[in-house]
């Protein structure tokens, strides 16, 4: 079992930035594949950014290539997304999620993660 609890979400205006924080415990575990995905009203839940290995690599939807970063701290057990250049339309529910181990596939699959955060609100407006 692993528990995820997201925080760091709030409002801001357009072009600010906010870092979301996802600290991880249970049976976790560095190397895996974790993932931030975000819903909004009356939309389906989407991926936004995946990192795995460790932090060795990571991909983002096009929707915010170059605004976010994802990265996480091994030693804290911790995955961040960095948001900047924030529009209206970030606005959202925003989660953390970690796959099962040995799955394959899209990293925005969410089929492969059984465990989610609660998810912290983010909204933009001005």
């Known amino acids: 079992q692993v528990w995820l609890v997201e925080s760091g979400g709030g409002s801001v205006l357009p072009g600010g930035s906010l870092r979301l924080s996802c600290a991880a415990s249970?049976?976790?575990?560095?190397?895996?594949?974790r993932g931030w995905f975000r819903q909004a009203p009356g939309k389906e839940r989407e991926g936004v950014a995946a990192?795995?290995?460790?932090?060795?690599?990571?991909s983002y939807a096009p929707s915010v290539l170059g605004r976010f970063t994802i990265s996480q701290d091994n030693a804290k057990k911790m995955v961040y997304l960095e948001m900047n250049g924030l529009k209206p339309e970030d606005t959202a529910m925003y989660y953390c999620?970690?796959?099962?181990?040995?799955?394959?596939?899209?990293?925005?699959?969410?089929?492969?993660?059984?465990?989610w955060g609660q998810g912290t609100q983010v909204t933009v407006s001005s």
């Open positions: 999620a970690e796959a099962a181990r040995g799955g394959s596939g899209s990293v925005f699959d969410q089929r492969r993660f059984p465990y």
């Open positions: 249970g049976d976790t575990y560095n190397s895996g594949l």
């Open positions: 990192i795995w290995q460790g932090g060795m690599y990571t």
